[in-house]
C-alpha cells in the first residue's frame, strides 16, 4: 500500500466561512423585516461572526460547550451557525415552536450554556428560562424590554451591544474535523426527542453534495429563500451550502403566514425555495384569492419534510414553478434523496419521477429490509423498511447510544417504508408506524391523502389507522374542506373509489377545520388518533 501524496486539510465551517466572506463576500442575506427587508453581505455575517465569537468567548464559552439559539431565520441567526462552530463550541437551535416542557427537556439534555434570543420571542423564553437548568447567559437579539429577565440570575446582553465592543476578526481554533460543530433534536414522536450532533466534516459535505446540479442545484447567481426554519435540521444544511456556493439567502424571520411570505417574496424577488409541503399549499391559496401579487421571480421550490402530493406539484407546475422533491431527516443532516427524473425519461414518465422521493445522493447509501429482517430488491414495487448510511448520517443518538430499534449493523433505521426501482429513485409509501394494518394487507396512507387532496374541494386531508375489532385497523380520514365548496364525504368516499381499491376504501370521514401540525409543520397523526380515541371528532361512517 501506499499512501498518498494529498495534503489532510480538515473540513471545518470556519473555512466555509472563509470562503464564503472572501470568495462570494458580495453576496446577501435579505431579512424580512415585515414593513420591508434588511441586507447583509456574507462579508459583513463574517465580521459579525467574528464579533460574536469574541463575545462568546468573553463569556466564558469553551470549545465543546453548547450555545443555543432561540431565533427566527434572519441574519443574525445566521452568524450564530458561523460563530458558534468556528470557535469550537456546539450550535443548538432550539425549537421554538415545541411546548415549553419539550423545549426544558431539550435545552437540559444538551446542557445548553447560552442562549442567543430574537427579542420577539422574548415574552416567551422568558417564561420558560426559570426551567432551563444549565444556561449561565442570554443574549437578546433586538430591540426588546430585557426587564422581564430580572431577577432571573443569569446574565443578560444586549446583541449589537455585547457586539460593538469585538474585534471583526477572530482567530478562529483549528479543530478536529470530527468533533461537534452542531446539534438537533428530532421531532420525537414517541418518547423524548433525541439529540443528533454533527460534525465539521459531516456540515462541509453535506454543503457540497447539497449544492449539486442535480440536488439543490445552488449558485451564486440563486437568491434562495429559506423558509423551513433554522431549528429544523439546521435549515437543512442550507446557510453553509450557501456559503460554499455563494447562493444569497432569504429568510423569512417572524412573517411567515401567506400573506407576509407573499410580501417579502414581491419585495426580494427569490428565484429558489425550500420548505415543507405545508407552507407551499398556503402560499398557493393565498395567490389564488391576490392573484396580484407578484411571484414571477420564483422558478423552483424543494419541497420536502413530508410528501408533496400531485395536486401540490400540479398546482406549481400552473403557476410556472418548479416543485421539486427532496426526502431526509434530522439524523441524515438532512440529504437522503432528491427527485429530478432521468434526463431519457419519456413524457409521459416524467411527473411519475418527479413524485418519488428522488435519487440518492452520493455518497448516501441505501437498502431496503424486508419484515423478516431480509433485504428486498430494488424492483419498483417490494416494499421494506428503508436503511441507509454515510458520512452526514448519524450513527447513535446523543447519550443514547445505538440501540437496535434505531440502527442496524452500521445502518441507520429510518422508519420509513418505501420501495426503490431498478435505477434508484426511492417511493416512500408511509412511516413503519403510520401504515394503516389492515387485515393483514397493508394500506398506504400517504397514498390515501395524496388521492384525496388531488379533489377540487378538498384543501388537505390526513388519513391514520384506527383500532377495528373485525380489521384490526381502518383509515380513519380527516379533509378540510375549501372555503366556499360544498361537498360531503359520500362523494368523497366514491372518488377515492375511482382512484383506489374497495378494501383500502375508509369508512370513516370527519371534516374538520384544520389538520393538526407538527411544530415542523407536519401532519400530526398522533393528535388525530388520540382525537378519534376520545371521540373528539365528528365521525360519519360509510360502507
Ligand atoms: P424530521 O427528522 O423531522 O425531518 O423527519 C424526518 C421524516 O420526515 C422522514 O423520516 C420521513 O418520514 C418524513 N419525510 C421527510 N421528507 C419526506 C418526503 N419528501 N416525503 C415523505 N416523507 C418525508
Known amino acids: ?220 447567481r440563486d437568491l434562495l429563500l429559506t423558509v423551513v426554519p433554522q431549528f429544523h435540521v439546521l435549515a437543512w444544511g442550507l446557510p453553509y451550502a450557501a456559503f460554499a456556493t455563494g447562493t444569497s439567502l432569504a429568510m423569512p424571520d417572524r412573517f411567515l403566514t401567506p400573506e407576509p411570505l407573499a410580501a417579502f417574496i414581491e419585495a426580494a424577488r427569490p428565484n429558489k425555495g425550500a420548505g415543507v409541503p405545508t407552507v407551499w399549499v398556503g402560499l398557493l391559496e393565498h395567490l389564488e384569492a391576490h392573484p396580484e401579487t407578484g411571484v414571477s421571480s420564483l422558478t423552483d421550490l424543494v419541497v420536502g419534510g413530508s410528501a408533496m402530493s400531485e395536486t401540490l406539484m400540479r398546482a406549481l407546475d400552473a403557476r410556472g414553478i418548479t416543485g421539486l422533491h427532496a426526502w431526509g431527516m434530522t439524523e441524515m443532516s438532512p440529504l437522503g434523496t432528491f427527485s429530478r427524473p432521468p434526463v431519457d425519461a419519456a413524457d409521459e414518465d416524467v411527473d411519475g419521477y418527479r413524485l418519488t422521493q428522488g435519487r440518492f445522493a452520493a455518497p448516501v447509501e441505501a437498502r431496503l ?74 394500506i398506504s396512507s400517504v397514498e390515501l391523502e395524496g388521492h384525496l387532496a388531488a379533489h377540487p374541494a378538498v384543501v388537505e386531508a390526513a388519513v391514520v389507522g384506527v383500532p377495528d375489532e373485525k380489521w384490526g385497523e381502518r383509515p380513519l380520514a380527516t379533509v378540510v374542506v375549501r372555503e366556499g365548496a360544498s361537498v360531503d364525504v359520500t362523494e368523497l368516499r366514491e372518488f377515492l373509489a375511482t382512484k383506489v381499491a374497495k378494501w383500502q376504501l375508509p369508512e370513516r370521514w370527519a371534516v374538520v377545520p384544520e389538520i393538526p401540525k407538527t411544530s415542523v409543520g407536519k401532519f400530526d397523526k398522533k393528535i388525530i388518533r388520540a382525537a378519534y380515541a376520545h371521540d373528539d371528532l365528528n365521525v360519519t361512517t360509510l360502507g
Open 1 to 220: 500500500m501506499i499512501t498518498s501524496t494529498m495534503m489532510d486539510v480538515p473540513l471545518q465551517v470556519r473555512r466555509l466561512l472563509e470562503h464564503g466572506a472572501t470568495i462570494h463576500g458580495g453576496s446577501r442575506v435579505v431579512t424580512a423585516t415585515g414593513t420591508g427587508t434588511h441586507e447583509v453581505r456574507f462579508r459583513d455575517i463574517a465580521r459579525g461572526a467574528a464579533r460574536l465569537a469574541g463575545a462568546l468567548a468573553g463569556l466564558g464559552v469553551k470549545p465543546g460547550d453548547r450555545v443555543a439559539t432561540f431565533m427566527w431565520n434572519n441574519h443574525r441567526h445566521v452568524e450564530a451557525y458561523f460563530a458558534v462552530p468556528a470557535m469550537g463550541a456546539v450550535l443548538h437551535p432550539l425549537n421554538i415552536r415545541l411546548f415549553p416542557e419539550q423545549i426544558a427537556f431539550i435545552a437540559n439534555h444538551a446542557t445548553d450554556r447560552v442562549v442567543i434570543v430574537d427579542a420577539s420571542l422574548l415574552p416567551g423564553f422568558a417564561k420558560l428560562l426559570p426551567a432551563l437548568k444549565s444556561v449561565r447567559h442570554v443574549i437578546v437579539a433586538g430591540q426588546a424590554d430585557r426587564a422581564v429577565l430580572d431577577g432571573s440570575g443569569v446574565g443578560v446582553y444586549d446583541y449589537e451591544t455585547l457586539l460593538a465592543a469585538q474585534h471583526q476578526t477572530y482567530d478562529w481554533p483549528d479543530v478536529d474535523e470530527r468533533s461537534a460543530a452542531a446539534m438537533c433534536y428530532t421531532s420525537g414522536t414517541t418518547g423524548h426527542p433525541k439529540g443528533v450532533v454533527y460534525s465539521h466534516r459531516s456540515i462541509y459535505l453535506h454543503a457540497l453534495a447539497e449544492a449539486m446540479p442535480d440536488v439543490f442545484d445552488l449558485s451564486a
Open 369 to 442: 429490509v424486508g419484515p423478516d429482517g431480509d433485504e428486498v430488491g430494488w424492483d419498483g414495487e417490494s416494499v421494506g423498511e428503508l436503511q441507509v448510511r454515510g458520512p452526514w448520517i448519524t450513527a447513535s443518538y446523543f447519550q443514547e447510544g445505538d440501540d437496535e430499534e434505531h440502527f442496524d449493523e452500521g445502518w441507520l433505521r429510518t422508519g420509513d417504508v418505501g420501495s426503490v426501482t431498478p435505477d434508484g429513485y426511492l417511493r416512500l409509501t408511509d412511516r413503519a408506524r403510520d401504515v394503516i394494518k389492515s387485515g393483514g394487507e397493508w
